[in-house]
């Protein structure tokens, strides 16, 4: 994203500054507008079939927004389900929609294993040829170039449970070795010269053993990196919380951020949301809890971390990949019983309606407070 702010960031500060219409309009700042006046960038994750189809969605998009995140359409089974076959259509879409609207984007993402298309894991473990990912690589990166600057170059390289030596058993971990981390960034940079590499992660904000393993590994896998001289640059901290497990300590995870940033690499939160736990309470309640779990985490990641982008995993609770499941409503067997549901998850800033929550006023008053 860069230092600078972007034009559209600067619209907005200056019309949530004066009585503009927009203003008028919108009673809360927007997001972007308010991380604007702290030095920051707020945006979203977005997929271009939701953005192309619903203009309530879109208008909101661009009145919170200073950049966006394709949530499906750079990714290489999106790019290429098929050998050859390339789909870049709806990426194209996302970013002519992003350059009319003077919006950046954040490239995610490079390499993952959910991300990978089946054909393509195959032939990895086939052939053991680094050029196939180049070949993806080579695709996407400089066709975006000047309009994406940030790039998740691996997703997820830790893994879920034990995995081998901690890392995601997966094709690129089995044909090439945990080396593939190095020769992705390596890779990354050949075709984004100037670009900012970065390794995306989730569950680093979990309490308990098993969250303290996964910081520790990944501690040590950013200075395996950097012994052997990867071009990494930043760090993006996924940070999907779950009000269903216990919360790290603030001081903990303080100390966790700056472990990184004392690598010398920045730190982003990637894909905030929140899953709830007590789908059973008043909306304002339900809503509350959410904005504490956010203030909480942003506290910390604004102050130790000196993010200076937050991205959520979507903006409105009308699209969001976190769903209230069987389980959810198995917890609460006597409730609903007259036929109401719980509805949607409100993990997000904005209600299915477009309105906005006390997350969405959680975050105006913590990103617009300036960077120190
Ligand atoms: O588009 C197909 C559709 O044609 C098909 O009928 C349907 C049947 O399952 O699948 C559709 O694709 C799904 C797609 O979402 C669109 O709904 C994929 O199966 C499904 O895997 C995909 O899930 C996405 C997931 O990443 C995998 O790419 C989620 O929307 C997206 O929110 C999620 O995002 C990830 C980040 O990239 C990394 N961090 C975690 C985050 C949440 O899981």
Redesign the pocket.
């Known amino acids: 994203m860069g230092q600078s702010m972007t034009r559209r960031a600067v619209l907005l500060s200056t019309a949530a500054g004066g009585l503009s219409r927009r203003s008028l309009a919108s009673p809360t700042p927007g997001l972007a507008a308010a991380a604007a006046k702290g030095g920051r960038h707020y945006g979203a994750a977005v997929r271009w079939d939701h953005l192309s189809r619903d203009a309530d969605y879109r208008a909101a998009i661009l009145r919170e927004c200073d950049h966006l995140v394709p949530?499906?359409e750079l990714?290489w089974a999106s790019v290429e389900p098929e050998r050859g076959n390339l789909t870049l259509a709806p990426m194209d879409a996302i970013a002519d929609f992003a350059r009319q609207h003077g919006l950046r984007l954040h490239g995610?993402?490079l390499l993952?294993r959910?991300?990978i298309p089946r054909w393509a894991q195959d032939e990895i473990l086939r052939t053991r040829d680094w050029n196939l990912v180049v070949r993806y690589v080579s695709a996407v990166v400089p066709r975006y170039a000047g309009l994406i600057e940030t790039w998740d170059v691996v997703?997820?390289p830790l893994a879920l449970s034990e995995g081998v030596d901690g890392l995601q058993p997966d094709a690129l971990l089995s044909a090439f070795g945990p080396d593939y981390i190095r020769r992705a960034l390596e890779t990354a940079r050949a075709f984004a010269p100037t670009g900012k590499l970065m390794i995306n992660e989730?569950g680093l904000e979990a309490e308990g053993p098993h969250g303290e393993a996964r910081r520790r590994r990944f501690l040590r896998l950013l200075d395996e990196l950097r012994r052997t001289g990867a071009p990494l640059d930043g760090i993006g901290l996924?940070d999907?919380l779950d009000l269903q497990l216990p919360r790290l300590a603030q001081a903990r995870l303080a100390a966790f951020v700056r472990e990184i940033r004392a690598r010398d690499l920045f730190v982003t939160v990637s894909?905030l949301d929140v899953k709830e736990r007590d789908y059973i309470l008043p909306p304002e309640a339900r809503d509350g809890r959410v904005a504490t779990a956010v203030r909480a985490l942003l506290e910390v990641m604004l102050d130790a971390g000196k993010v200076d982008r937050v991205t959520t995993?979507g903006l409105s609770d009308r699209y969001s990949?976190l769903e209230v499941t069987r389980a959810d409503y198995a917890r609460f067997p006597h409730a609903w019983k007259d036929g109401t549901t719980p509805g949607l998850n409100r993990g997000l800033p904005l209600d299915a309606a477009m309105r906005p929550k006390a997350m969405h006023q959680v975050m105006v008053d913590l990103l617009r407070t300036s960077k120190s």
């Open positions: 949530e499906l990714k995610h993402c993952w959910r991300s997703n997820e989730y996924q999907h894909e995993w990949w």
